[in-house]
């Protein structure tokens, strides 16, 4: 028999579509969930435990042979696609070349392409630096570290609805306490939550909610003391409360003439995800740092902050840092998926994407009351759910609706994540590899979704 040298035929081509052949989850995947609860602790949670077997595009299959049509890219990680081919082809290139040397012991050229690259397409024309590290939330904490060491202060200031990851400076910096915080204090000191804009419950405009936030940091904290304002030009896992215009320009201009360092955490929002390179762009927003991490290495960890030079080099030598720290597989799949992004255009896919939901989304409104809110931008969409006949009153979040939306979905064959301060938002953050005939698939399923919610209320 030559069978063991003929490749593998069942090619990832073949996942296009979603495909359920057992109960969610299957057989496969509940004995290894049984391993897995005694073996990992409660704390790991997961939305839907099917253990994933292969992945590509839009599409994942579990080891039962169950095919999902992926609507949250791992929380917006695989933005251009699972296992992109020139991806997998540059990590796969590297592994033969070198896994680490430590960049702060001997460097490589990869990182220092990874900071050009990144530094020519975040906001603004001023000269850049870049740090590369490991996760969001360690971003987030050399961004602080970097604009405490710069102004010579100590506060620091986020958004109300804010997420900015796990660590204990990053956990105070988050505004919701379950699950992120409770029980894990005594947190970090000086960060203070200020108004944000979140023009579908507030009613303000951009310039009245911008006064708002300046009027609350200059009463409670005192513009002298506070080193950086972070925030989510779209918020992610607060609910894509995306700000009103003219807001973000004008904390701009407050923080600027005050020598307050304002970073933007795109975490979530950049690389690509909202038709632009980051998402400051859509609202004529140039801050001084810039946060990326989840899509820049296409499912790799990376991360890592981008900003005015002259701030970036306020830490001294030896002062930033970590083993880990743009790994030299993540740092040449993100020079690949930077490439990728620019030789496919696919910051006009994510535009096409926008182009394909939202109207499905809003139709979806005009039939279904529940449906308060449907807002974001590119491939970063959300709707906000409030309990039936509230919608013009109190908008009383509903996030059973989510949960049983979100989970009907699941066993339906589609990932669907959920976001929001109060629960109730569900949120599309597709891979730019989805294409349109697969969205309307998702979307129809969603339709069916809310049907049950709305049987359910
Ligand atoms: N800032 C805006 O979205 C990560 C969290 C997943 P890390 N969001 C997903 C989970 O359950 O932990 C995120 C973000 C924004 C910071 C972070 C933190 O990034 O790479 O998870 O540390």
Known sequence: MTDTLVPDTSTTDELTARRIVTAIPGPKSQELHKRRLAA???GVNSMLPVYIRRAHGAVVEDVDGNRFLDLGAGIGVTTIGHTNDAVVEAARAQLGDFLHTLFTITPYESYVRVAELVAERTPGSFPKKTVLVNSGAEAVENGVKIARKATRRRAVAVLEHAYHGRTNLTMAMNFKAMPYGTGFGPFAGDVYHVPSSYPYRDGLTGAEAAARTIAYIEKHIGAEDLAILVVEPIQGEGGFQTPAEGFLPALQTWANEHDVVIAADEIQSGMARTGTWFASEHFGFEPDLVFFAKGVAGGLPLAGVTGRAEIMDAAQPGGLGGTFGGNPVAAAAAVAVIEQIEEQDLLAEARRIEGT????????QSEFDIIGDVRG?????AIELVAPGTGATTKTPNS?????ISSYAG?????????????????????LAITDEQLHDAVSVLREGLIEATRRS
């Open 357 to 364: 939901l939202r109207p499905a989304l809003e139709e979806l």
């Open 400 to 404: 059973a609706a989510v949960q049983t």
């Open 40 to 42: 990992v602790p409660v």
């Open 377 to 381: 931008k590119g491939a970063m969409l």
């Open 411 to 431: 066993q339906h064959g589609v990932l669907l994540l959920t976001a929001g301060t109060y629960g109730n938002v569900l949120r599309f953050l597709p891979s």
